[in-house]
């Protein structure tokens, strides 16, 4: 099993197959810039996220995306999963959009 370490120095134990990248998301918002508060049932879905881990990409198809970048993807990609307490995405390269 590959470790990966993140910008925090916290040791990431899982490792993405294949075309599949793992993503953060970005914390959703709990203000309105008024300053009402959003409760949880009407909170919007992050739809960007910073890159913590990938895979080795197809052959003859290397991985666009690395480690660090933040990349926008769409509101019901991928696949949610819960580690060490953290909320994570993992889905297909193909599924993400664009780096910012």
Sequence with gaps: MAYIKKKNMEILKIKPLSDRVLIEPSPTENMTSSGII???TA??????????AVGLGKKNEPLTVKIGNKVLYG???GTELK????DYLI???SDIFAII
């Design 75 to 77: 509101k019901y990609s």
């Design 83 to 86: 580690f060490n307490g953290k």
């Design 38 to 40: 959003i409760p949880d």
């Design 43 to 52: 909170k919007e879905k992050p739809q960007e996220g910073i890159v913590v």
């Design 91 to 93: 889905m297909r390269e």
